[in-house]
C-alpha cells in the first residue's frame, strides 16, 4: 500500500492564480481531512470528508473547495491564491474501525507571492 | 479555536532523561492521540486513548487521561536523540470525526 500520497511536494503560485492539490489514500478509508500548519499554530483543520459525495468545513475554510467524487481522492482547490495561504498542507485519512487514527501524507509546501 | 493547548511549547532534555509533556482540551472526546513530527516531515501517529481508558503504555510511551480535567500527558522514558520532534495531541470531539489538533511541544533531547 502508497498509504496517503499528495502532489505535488513544493509549489510557488503568483497572488490571484489557482490551483489544485492532490492527495489520494489505498487503504479504503471512508474519511478524509485537509490540514493546514503554519509556524506556532499546530494543524487546523481546512475541509473533511465522511465519505465520498460529501464534504464539510473545518476551523478555516476560507478560500478553498472540496469535493470528493471518490473513495480515494480528496483534492483541495485554492480558487484565488492569497500570500495568507503560505503554509504547508497535509492530507489525512483514517476510518472509524481504528477509531479515527490518522495516516498524513508527506504534506506539500506552498508559497503564494 | 484549537481544542488542545500542550504545555510545556518547548522542552530540552539530556539522553536518558524522561520527558513529560501535557495537553489539555476544551470539549468532550471520543478519543485522545498523541503524534510526532520530525522537522520537515509529516506527522506519524504515536498512541491513542479512549475515553474510557485511563492509562495506556506502548514501549517508552506512557499515556494519562483525565477526562474531569480534561488532560492528557504524554512521558517519554529514558530518551535519545532521535526521540528530537514536535509533538502534538490531537482529540476526537465526540460528535465529529476530524482530529482538532493543539500547537504542539517541540522536545529537543542532547547527547
Known amino acids: 500500500n502508497a498509504g496517503v500520497t499528495q502532489t505535488p511536494k513544493f509549489q510557488v503560485l503568483k497572488t490571484g492564480q489557482s490551483m489544485t492539490l492532490q492527495c489520494a489514500q489505498d487503504?479504503?478509508?471512508?474519511?478524509m481531512s485537509w490540514y493546514r500548519q503554519d509556524p506556532g499554530m499546530g494543524l487546523r483543520l481546512i475541509h473533511y470528508s465522511v465519505g465520498a459525495g460529501i464534504t464539510d468545513q473545518g476551523e478555516v475554510p476560507n478560500g478553498y473547495n472540496v469535493s470528493r467524487s471518490t473513495t480515494e481522492d480528496f483534492p483541495l482547490r485554492l480558487l484565488s491564491a492569497a500570500p495568507s495561504q503560505t503554509s504547508v498542507y497535509f492530507c489525512a485519512s483514517t476510518t472509524s474501525g481504528n477509531f479515527y487514527e490518522q495516516y498524513f501524507g508527506p504534506g506539500t509546501r506552498l508559497t503564494v507571492t | 479555536s484549537q481544542q488542545g493547548e500542550e504545555d510545556p511549547q518547548a522542552l530540552s532534555i539530556q539522553e536518558g532523561e524522561n520527558a513529560t509533556m501535557n495537553c489539555s482540551y476544551k470539549?468532550?472526546?471520543?478519543?485522545l492521540q498523541w503524534y510526532r513530527q520530525n522537522s520537515g516531515r509529516g506527522l506519524v501517529h504515536l498512541i491513542l486513548?479512549?475515553?474510557?481508558?485511563r492509562e495506556k503504555h506502548s514501549g517508552r510511551l506512557r499515556v494519562t487521561l483525565d477526562t474531569s480535567k480534561k488532560s492528557s500527558s504524554l512521558l517519554i522514558t529514558a530518551s535519545r536523540a532521535a526521540d528530537t520532534a514536535s509533538y502534538f495531541c490531537a482529540t476526537v470531539p465526540q460528535a465529529g470525526t476530524a482530529l482538532i489538533f493543539g500547537k504542539g511541544t517541540t522536545l529537543s533531547v542532547s547527547s
Open positions: 486513548i479512549r475515553s474510557n481508558e
Open positions: 470539549t468532550s472526546i471520543n478519543n
Open positions: 487503504m479504503n478509508h471512508e474519511y
